[in-house]
T-cell receptor
Framework: QKEVEQNSGPLSVPEGAIASLNCTYS??????FFWYRQYSGKSPELIMS????GDKEDGRFTAQLNKASQYVSLLIRDSQPSDSATYLC???????????FGKGTRLHILP | GAVVSQHPSRVICKSGTSVKIECRSL??????MFWYRQFPKQSLMLMAT?????????EQGVEKDKFLINHASLTLSTLTVTSAHPEDSSFYIC?????????FGPGTRLTVL
């Protein structure tokens, strides 16, 4: 089982709708979870960190964490074409304090 | 968030030459820095983990004699691609760790002719 799994996409969402990106992880002891956005040809940019169960909101972004299900998600409300990018889920594994990245989900917002 | 710089942003070199890429954490001290490589339309690949004052830890399949990493201070790590070949052409991205989060530099696009 891969340590951090994401659907590669592409996920196509109409402009103005909610984009929902999902991620599962294998290390039950993981404590820190991150979402990065990577535009084509650019490096990843940290957009959200979440450490406890529940929701964390920042502007149009909401990160959701469910440690029991080993599941973390990112919701983007009122999606804009500028949100079109690859979104990387990352998890700090308890095992060796390493941040492991998923392969990313490509999101395409349809104008 | 914390700022990580990388230099140069783009480099073109001839086959057989060596290229050095610098990575700096500008507003924090990074005990650990990472070097990634990314080919077009592919995911990030971790090449090595660099700890200040000690030898880098390379991922399986990454040649340590070809990709020399030096982490001389808490704010600077360098990657030298030695005897570069066209297949080394890629996007090289460094990353630095704070106590909990990891931030990426803007990347260096290497083209080997």
């Amino acid at each position: 089982q891969k340590e951090v799994e994401q659907n590669s996409g592409p996920l196509s969402v109409p402009e103005g709708a909610i984009a929902s990106l999902n991620c599962t992880y294998s290390d039950r002891g993981s404590q820190s979870f991150f979402w990065y956005r990577q535009y084509s040809g650019k490096s990843p940019e940290l957009i959200m960190s979440i450490y406890s169960n529940g929701d964390k909101e920042d502007g149009r972004f909401t990160a959701q964490l469910n440690k029991a299900s080993q599941y973390v998600s990112l919701l983007i409300r009122d999606s804009q074409p500028s949100d079109s990018a690859t979104y990387l889920c990352a998890v700090n594994t308890n095992r060796d304090d390493k941040i492991i990245f998923g392969k990313g989900t490509r999101l395409h917002i349809l104008p | 968030g914390a700022v990580v710089s990388q230099h140069p942003s783009r480099v073109i070199c001839k086959s057989g030459t060596s290229v050095k890429i610098e990575c700096r954490s500008l507003d924090f001290q990074a005990t650990t820095m990472f070097w990634y490589r990314q080919f077009p339309k592919q995911s990030l690949m971790l090449m090595a983990t660099s700890n200040e004052g000690s030898k880098a830890t390379y991922e399986q399949g990454v040649e340590k004699d070809k990709f020399l990493i030096n982490h001389a201070s808490l704010t600077l790590s360098t990657l030298t691609v030695t005897s570069a070949h066209p297949e080394d052409s890629s996007f090289y991205i460094c990353s630095a760790r704070t106590s909990d989060e990891q931030f990426f530099g803007p990347g260096t696009r290497l083209t080997v002719l």
